[in-house]
């Protein structure tokens, strides 16, 4: 039996985030039948200091020799590096993902991926013209929940799927919880719902109604877009958003809607109790599928077909499905999976999310920030580089 192989991470930054994905990566990947692959990490670096990045390491490292440093730019430089995990605010994802490929580094960067469509399509550019791996990550999209989903959409078990609606909305005061500085609602962070968590509404939308499809049948969407500004910072707070592709899956004989949505003040699951039931419906010709929130972590979902579409006079019963984490893990190991894998392979992209349908969900973001009035300062939605942003050492 081949001993599996080592992969090499090196973390970009040490928040909350960059410390639940190291947490992650050393739960035994056996536990979830991972046998060809298992993880290290042998360098961290923080933007504020080296002390950071050794406090870091000391409460989430257990690999036996891993560096630290106090910028970005020695840790590109790292050659014990294969891949580099980018953990920053997504106001920063340009300019730190532009370091390291200029640096020849592979890199699963956070989501969203970009404060904009341009700057994706730039890095996109320069990682395939540097022969690098590049990734996106939206983790949802590779939980073996998410899998299932969309295999049970091109295998037809829904029929056509004719509507998506998807909702990711935290719900409380923003001005007790945020204030104007915290990242959530800070314009100079790209801060505000779309991009930090209506990307997951989106996510469910694309990878149901989009990624399913034929290459030659994803189409751009049609996009009605409303949005409600934050009078703390003018950040987004509530946004709204209905689409329409041209080509339902899994025939294409029909278009499809959808309607995404995510808000700082109301909630996707007031009570934390999953009491208003599901985050997700996908909804079908045949059946619909059903899935308990959040939309970013769900662990269960329920299809519901049509009471007439089994033997005349039956009613075909509800398919429950619950899903878990092995190892008590966040999910977190699943994206890291790929990217190791697509890095091992030679690829240059991960088939889950490629960079053609990365940009395309940019792009749609991009219209609805239009629609909505939501520029943020031109430091952050620049594509020159490089560009010293605030907070941020190389």
Not at 8 to 23: C, H, L
Not at 182 to 205: E, F, K, Q
Not at 314 to 343: I, L, Q
Request: glycine share 8%; net charge neutral.
């Amino acid at each position: 039996m081949t001993a599996p192989k080592p992969i090499r991470w090196g973390i970009m930054a040490t928040g909350g985030i960059a410390a639940t994905f190291v947490k992650d990566l050393f739960i035994d990947p056996k536990l979830r039948g991972t046998n060809d692959i298992v993880h290290e990490v042998t360098a961290v670096a923080s933007s504020s200091s080296k002390s950071s990045a050794e406090s870091f390491i000391s409460k989430y490292v257990k690999t036996p020799s891993c560096a630290a440093y106090g910028s970005y730019a020695e840790l590109v430089k790292d050659t014990n590096v294969d891949l580099l995990y980018i953990a920053s605010p997504h106001s920063h994802h340009f300019q730190n993902c532009m370091l390291a490929l200029t640096h020849d580094k592979h890199i699963l960067c956070e989501k969203s991926f970009t404060v904009n469509a341009a700057q994706a399509r730039l890095l996109y550019k320069t990682a395939k013209e540097r022969k690098l791996f590049l990734m996106e990550a939206v983790w949802t999209r590779y939980f073996p929940l998410s899998i299932e989903i969309r295999e049970a959409i091109t295998s037809g078990k829904l029929g056509d799927v004719l509507r998506v609606v998807a909702d990711n909305s935290f719900g409380g005061s923003p001005e007790d919880k945020f204030g104007k500085d915290h990242r959530m609602v800070n314009m100079d962070l790209a801060g505000g719902a779309l991009l930090d968590l209506g990307i997951y509404s989106l996510t469910w939308v694309f990878q149901c109604l989009y990624h399913t499809l034929p290459a030659e049948k994803r189409c751009f969407p049609k996009i009605a877009a409303q949005m409600t500004h934050y009078p703390g910072t003018g950040a987004d707070e509530h946004t709204t958003m209905l689409l329409q592709f041209p080509h339902a899956p899994p025939t294409s004989t029909h278009p499809s809607h959808a309607m995404a949505s995510t808000g700082l003040r109301t909630s996707t699951d007031p009570d934390r109790r999953n009491t208003t039931r599901p985050a997700i419906r996908i909804m079908g010709t045949k059946g619909e599928i059903a899935v308990d929130g959040p939309a970013f972590r769900p662990m269960s979902y329920r299809f519901i077909p049509y009471k007439d579409s089994g033997e005349p006079g039956s009613t075909p019963p509800v398919e429950d499905r619950e899903f878990s984490f092995p190892g008590n893990g966040h999910g977190m190991y699943y994206e890291a999976d790929e990217a190791a894998r697509c890095w091992k392979d030679g690829k240059l992209e991960s088939e889950g999310l490629t960079w053609e349908e990365s940009t395309v969900i940019m792009e749609v973001m991009d219209e609805v920030r239009k629609q909505g009035g939501l520029k943020h300062p031109e430091s952050i939605e620049t594509t020159k580089y490089p560009v010293e942003l605030p907070g941020t050492k190389r």
